[in-house]
């Protein structure tokens, strides 16, 4: 559970109900956090427990809890190539007289800085993604931080590297029967688990800094392969096969995904908020997944 001092109860309104969002909400403090979230399945909306309401994705159901809640974290990727639906549904209610509001936050992506051919990238990088997805997020964030530049909305932009986390990693693809690993000469990813996530998330809803973007990411990034034989080792399997890459065979999402490679530095967030991660490797996450392993879904 995440914890921090506070003498009165907050309000976090989340705008999408996903992975990360679920792992929030559910490691928040209950006496000290009540969380509405918005959903696009309808059959799921409910009160998960005392402290947690599901509501539709739509203008009429966001306006009151816009009202009363003292953080928003919007996570729902933009689904239009050509304009921001988040940010359509949510801009006239963020512009209203809000006493409450202290932060809002927006989950984008490490996959603005595109293709650096495997050099660091922070903040100040040149973003030079050519991919849709990366595209639309680089338009979302700038959009995001227009509101604060022209309105003071209180913006933080958070560019996420992959994540992985219970249910979602390497140990759990191999037990789901993953065989095979792409691998690509000189290749490697940057990743973070979803907890060290949400502990950044509280770190700045403690410390406001609006207008600001950081990564977030671990301090080790590391190549596809290393991370699964690592994971096959926590099994007492061997090794997945290692297929080589052929961007004349893979499939297109493949394709993009080795398309770019970069090492995302994490220094600005934990330097600025003396941040130290659960995590700081996929070793240590793998290990506390499979000592703590799940049913699988």
């Not at 921001?84 to 006493?99: G, I, K, M, N």
């Not at 990034?221 to 096969?241: G, Q």
């Not at 993009?256 to 700081?280: D, E, G, I």
Request: with cysteine; glycine share 4%; net charge neutral.
């Amino acid at each position: 559970m995440i914890t921090e001092h506070t003498d009165m109860k907050k309000h976090l309104l989340i705008i999408g109900w996903g992975y990360t969002a679920k792992y929030l909400a559910k490691a928040l403090d209950a006496s000290q956090w009540t969380v509405t979230a918005t959903t696009r399945q309808i059959n799921s909306v409910e009160s998960l427990n005392d402290t947690i309401t599901l509501i539709p994705y739509q203008l009429d159901a966001i306006e009151q809890p816009i009202q009363r809640c003292t953080h928003c974290l919007i996570t729902a990727p933009c689904l239009s190539h050509d304009h921001d639906t988040v940010l359509e549904l949510c801009r006239e209610l963020l512009l209203q007289p809000l006493p409450s509001l202290q932060w809002v936050g927006y989950l984008s992506s490490t996959s603005v800085y595109g293709d650096h051919q495997g050099n660091w990238v922070n903040e100040q990088s040149e973003l030079l993604t050519h991919e849709s997805r990366g595209l639309q997020r680089i338009r979302a964030e700038q959009h995001w931080l227009d509101l604060f530049n022209q309105r003071q909305v209180p913006i933080h932009i958070f560019r996420l590297a992959g994540i992985y986390g219970p249910q979602r990693n390497a140990i759990d693809n191999i037990r789901r029967g993953k065989q095979a690993c792409v691998v690509k000469p000189h290749q490697v990813f940057s990743r973070i688990h979803v907890e060290d996530i949400a502990r950044a998330l509280v770190c700045s809803f403690d410390q406001p800094t609006p207008g600001t973007v950081y990564n977030l990411a671990d301090d080790s990034p590391s190549s596809p392969e290393s991370v699964y034989d690592f994971a096959c080792s926590l099994l007492n399997r061997p090794p997945l096969t290692h297929r080589v890459f052929n961007s004349q065979l893979e499939s297109e999402m493949v394709n993009s995904f080795y398309s770019s490679c970069r090492r995302v530095s994490n220094a600005t967030f934990k330097q600025q908020f003396n941040f130290q991660l659960r995590y700081p490797s996929y070793k240590e996450g793998l290990k506390a997944l499979h000592i703590n392993a799940q049913p699988l879904d």
